[in-house]
T-cell receptor
Framework: AQSVTQLDSQVPVFEEAPVELRCNYS??????LFWYVQYPNQGLQLLLK??????LVKSINGFEAEFNKSQTSFHLRKPSVHISDTAEYFC?????????????FGKGTLLTVNP | DADVTQTPRNRITKTGKRIMLECSQT?????MYWYRQDPGLGLRLIYY???????NKGEISDGYSVSRQAQAKFSLSLESAIPNQTALYFC?????????????FGEGSRLTVL
């Protein structure tokens, strides 16, 4: 079974600063990778995902993540954050196949953007 | 209207009571999941179902049961609630293998067990 490690439980940054949220997973077998975002008092919504092809994937609001197979990592980055990016971010990895397919989530990273 | 609807959104109950959380979806997906979210622990999978005849235990199924009444409905029950089941519960759907099995979440059901 997969395990997902989000190395930072909380990341405080100032507005317009760059940020990196780190995610590592346990197995090097072929996987799908996801980042979800949870704004305060809301459900989870997909931010971006890697299925195949280019290892660099981007979201519509300026986030990007790079799949690194050798390091089993999928770190999330943004060059300049906004107050509105304050949220909890969850990394998820595909686990199993066929009827056993599911997503395993990390423990989350709370990103707080301060003015 | 939301594609994945959870009821109730908030519930306070007492130890020993039976509780049912319901999930319905209009996305036409076959696969449905129940996750539990606790602060600092992320989301953990309780049960998942790939059709009305296929139900599987997740990593934390003890103390929970589920029912897949139809393709669109998946209910989670706590037969005898206890305080450490206080959490935020999410239902999710997927049409795997499409979109890599991306999950679509409901807005969550916050359960407090006193």
């Amino acid at each position: 079974a997969q395990s997902v490690t989000q190395l930072d439980s909380q990341v405080p940054v100032f507005e317009e600063a760059p940020v990196e949220l780190r995610c590592n997973y346990s197995s090097s077998v072929s996987v799908y990778l996801f980042w979800y975002v949870q704004y305060p008092n809301q459900g989870l919504q997909l931010l971006l995902k890697y299925l195949s092809g280019s290892t660099l994937v981007k979201s519509i609001n300026g986030f990007e993540a790079e799949f690194n197979k050798s390091q089993t990592s999928f770190h999330l980055r943004k060059p300049s954050v906004h107050i509105s990016d304050t949220a909890e971010y969850f990394c998820a990895v595909s686990d199993g196949g066929g009827s056993n397919y599911k997503l395993t989530f990390g423990k989350g990273t709370l990103l707080t953007v301060n003015p | 209207d939301a594609d994945v609807t959870q009821t109730p959104r908030n519930r306070i109950t007492k130890t020993g009571k039976r509780i049912m959380l319901e999930c319905s979806q209009t996305k036409g997906h076959d696969r449905m999941y129940w996750y539990r979210q606790d602060p600092g622990l992320g989301l953990r999978l309780i049960y998942y179902s790939f059709d009305v005849k296929d139900i599987n235990k997740g990593e934390i199924s003890d103390g929970y049961s589920v029912s897949r009444q139809a393709q669109a409905k998946f209910s989670l029950s706590l037969e005898s609630a206890i305080p450490n089941q206080t959490a935020l519960y999410f239902c999710a759907t997927s049409d795997f293998p499409s979109r890599g099995g991306e999950l679509f979440f409901g807005e969550g059901s916050r359960l407090t067990v006193l």
